[in-house]
Nanobody, 127 residues
Framework: QVQLVESGGGLVQAGGSLRLSCVASGQIVRINDMAWYRQAPGKQRELVATVNNGGATKYGDSVKGRFTISRDISKNRVDLQMNSLKPEDTAVYYC?????????????????????WGQGTQVTVSS
């Protein structure tokens, strides 16, 4: 199976920085896009940033110019550098892989599944 594990959350003052990391484990053949989402209390989950396996990135309007998503394909890893943090950035941040191809079964054949999520990491920004 495939697991996504996030790390790097914590408590930071407004204006500070944090770096989140997410590593995918399993007999992975290919991951296309990887993304970060966040969900604040009482709000819907929202897209923060995405990066495809060509390195192209997209950002949510609220984080443009402050956050940077990057990826190491060889390590199945995606990072999110968060600068100039604001109290409204406080949320649980989730790593997402929309489509993953991995090997499974006795014959170790490639299999593609959709929508893998990490367990989430809390980011709290104090004012």
């Amino acid at each position: 199976q495939v697991q996504l594990v996030e790390s790097g959350g914590g408590l930071v003052q407004a204006g500070g920085s944090l770096r989140l990391s997410c590593v995918a484990s399993g007999q992975i053949v290919r991951i296309n896009d990887m993304a970060w989402y966040r969900q604040a209390p009482g709000k819907q989950r929202e897209l923060v940033a995405t990066v495809n396996n060509g390195g192209a990135t997209k950002y949510g309007d609220s984080v443009k110019g402050r956050f940077t998503i990057s990826r190491d394909i060889s390590k199945n890893r995606v990072d999110l550098q968060m600068n100039s943090l604001k109290p409204e950035d406080t949320a649980v941040y989730y790593c997402n892989a929309p489509t993953v191809t991995y090997r499974r079964g006795q014959l170790n054949l490639p299999h593609t599944e959709s929508d893998f999520w990490g367990q989430g990491t809390q980011v709290t920004v104090s004012s």
